[in-house]
């Protein structure tokens, strides 16, 4: 119920996140970030609070897009219409 929960709302942050006010940003900020760096060239970086840094890091997105793949090659697994979906939204960083 934990991992669905934390899809859904990743799958849907960047509206969450748009349509809140400065109060409700700061709540999400706090719910998905331990970390936000801003380097001095600009560029940002952060750490994730759990479980959102397993779920936004891209390494292990495509590691489990390609066992579905395989899992529903052999039969082994049933995979929704979902899951590229969200895979697809799960990257928090461009928030800003």
Same mark, same amino acid.
């Given at each position: 119920?934990?991992?669905?929960?934390?899809?859904?709302?990743?799958?849907?942050?960047?509206?969450?996140?748009?349509?809140?006010?400065?109060?409700?940003?700061?709540?999400? /900020?706090? $719910?998905?970030?331990?970390?936000?760096?801003? +380097?001095?060239?600009?560029?940002? &970086? *952060? !750490?994730?609070?759990?479980?959102?840094?397993?779920?936004?890091?891209?390494?292990?997105?495509?590691?489990?897009? /390609?066992? $579905?793949?395989?899992?529903?090659?052999?039969? +082994?697994?049933?995979?929704?219409? &979902? *899951? !590229?979906?969200?895979?697809?939204?799960?990257?928090?960083?461009?928030?800003?």
């Amino acid at each position: 119920a934990n991992l669905d929960d934390s899809l859904g709302l990743l799958a849907n942050i960047v509206s969450v996140y748009e349509r809140a006010d400065d109060a409700n940003r700061r709540l999400c /900020n706090q $719910a998905f970030f331990h970390r936000i760096f801003i +380097e001095e060239d600009g560029d940002v &970086r *952060v !750490e994730y609070e759990r479980p959102f840094g397993s779920l936004c890091d891209t390494e292990e997105q495509m590691n489990a897009l /390609n066992w $579905a793949a395989e899992a529903k090659k052999k039969g +082994e697994a049933q995979t929704g219409q &979902r *899951v !590229e979906t969200l895979v697809e939204g799960l990257n928090l960083s461009h928030l800003g």
